[in-house]
């Protein structure tokens, strides 16, 4: 059974979803990888609370 047109939406706008926030992880220095996190409910949350209150690499490190 093909899939329907709402379930290709549903995919494209999780996809348009991830995407930034893989960049914005890219920038802070951590890894695009992080973003999986995103699809689990709950340890989502979990996770903006500690990348909001953790040692970001790119933006902490001294500029020579």
């Known amino acids: 059974m093909p899939p329907s047109p709402m379930q290709v939406l549903i995919l494209l706008a ?3 979803m991830l ?3 893989a960049r914005i992880l890219r ?12 699809l689990i ?6 996770c903006v609370w500690v990348l ?7 933006v902490d490190k001294p500029r020579a």
Request: aromatic share 20%; glycine share 6%.
């Open 52 to 58: 909001a209150f953790v040692h970001w690499p790119a």
């Open 41 to 46: 409910p709950v340890v989502n949350w979990i």
């Open 27 to 38: 920038r802070t220095g951590h890894s695009g990888w992080w973003t999986l996190v995103a």
């Open 14 to 16: 999780i996809a348009l």
């Open 19 to 21: 995407y930034p926030i």
